[in-house]
């Protein structure tokens, strides 16, 4: 159930380039013997929040795709297709199509997110009264960035790891936008993704795990593979350990 006491009219937009630089046609490379995309839609479908699930494409072939999942298909205009198009451009583009209160970019990158999170994340967005938010991954770890530190003295002792300050690297599994704070930014700059009040919410290790190279894929299609046999996990120990009893 969506937070608020108004119900709102909320978009869910897939993209799906039918090119991709570094791997090639990942949104239709198999991951557990599905397309990458698949897992996006039901997601999103899973979560039961959404209003309209619509696949944003520059390719006709992803209407096939649409349709065997039973959610929309939208196709992009061809100068919006290619590798160097801004994703604000995009997202001004399908708000203009499909009006609605709030839309979130689900991303296909990010095929170990459930709907239970997706829905967790929509019910934050409104509950906090955001005009933006992006997800993220805490990394809570030792890091630098242009060859200083970010978050950790040197020239103190030696900080335990758990005590440091996360960073958080973008993971991009969701972002989203109330359309009337976007489209009057866009309007006005020409750039609009960091519009009106901002927040980061960080997501869990399996949504942080990003496609982009086979690498990833392969890594993503074992996870899978072995949650399809392991209905639940639970930590086990070397039989040894009983001497510490």
């Known amino acids: 159930m969506v937070s608020g006491n108004k119900k709102k009219y909320i978009i869910a937009m897939i993209p799906a380039r039918i090119g991709s630089n570094r791997l090639k046609m990942k949104n239709l490379a198999l991951i557990n013997e599905k397309p990458l995309i698949s897992y996006a839609i039901e997601a999103a479908k899973d979560s039961g929040i959404f209003t309209s699930i619509i696949v944003n494409s520059d390719s006709e072939f992803f209407a096939k795709i649409a349709k065997r999942y039973g959610v929309e298909f939208y196709l992009r205009p061809k100068e919006l297709g290619s590798s160097t198009t801004k994703s604000d451009s995009v997202v001004y583009d399908f708000m203009s199509k499909y009006p609605s209160d709030i839309m979130a970019w689900v991303n296909p990158t990010s095929p170990l ?24 991954k805490n990394e809570q770890v030792h890091c630098v960035y242009d060859g200083k530190p970010v978050n950790f003295n040197p020239g103190e002792v030696f900080a335990q790891t758990q005590n440091l300050k996360p960073v958080q690297p973008f993971v991009y599994s969701i972002m989203m936008w109330k359309n009337r704070t976007f489209m009057d930014a866009y309007k006005e700059k020409g750039y609009a993704f960091f519009c009106g009040k901002v927040r980061y919410y960080p997501v869990s290790k399996e949504t942080s795990i990003i496609i982009k190279t086979k690498e990833d894929l392969m890594l993503a299609d074992y996870i899978l593979r072995a949650k399809s046999l392991v209905k639940k996990y639970g930590v086990k120990y070397d039989e040894s350990v009983e001497d510490l009893e």
């Open 113 to 136: 997110q459930t709907g239970e999170e997706i829905r967790a994340v929509i019910n934050y967005f409104i509950r906090e009264k955001l005009d933006t938010l992006i997800t993220v």
